[in-house]
């Protein structure tokens, strides 16, 4: 199916939603087996899907500002994920 270069399509919430949780899991299991530490790998992990949500958010053109959930959305989620890790990493080093 082709669409309009300009037309992304929207996902309904709970889609993006099991989308993100998915996702999640799956890194949490990569970061389990991670050489550097569960921590430090989640945190090097979550920072490249920050990255990746970033591109295709604005590759699909998606807006940021929408009333639906889109990758913006998730960036900022997984931002929140990567920052509450990287507080739990310092307070554990000291």
Same mark, same amino acid.
């Given at each position: 199916m082709i669409l309009p270069a300009g037309e *992304? $399509?929207? /996902?309904? *919430? &709970?889609?993006a939603l099991l989308r993100f949780?998915?996702? @999640? %899991?799956?890194l949490v /299991? +990569? %970061? @389990? +087996?991670?050489s550097i530490g569960f921590g430090r790998?989640? &945190?090097a992990l979550l920072w490249m899907t $920050?990255? =990746?949500c970033a591109v295709l958010a604005?590759?699909?053109?998606?807006? $940021? +500002?929408? %009333?639906? =959930?889109?990758h913006w959305?998730?960036? $900022?989620?997984?931002l929140s994920l990567y920052c509450g890790v990287m507080a739990l990493n310092q307070l554990s080093e000291s």
């Open positions: *992304p $399509v929207e /996902l309904s *919430p &709970a889609r949780g998915l996702r @999640t %899991a799956i /299991l +990569f %970061a @389990t +087996f991670g790998s989640l &945190a $920050v990255i =990746l604005t590759l699909r053109r998606e807006r $940021v +500002f929408n %009333a639906s =959930l889109n959305d998730e960036m $900022v989620g997984y």
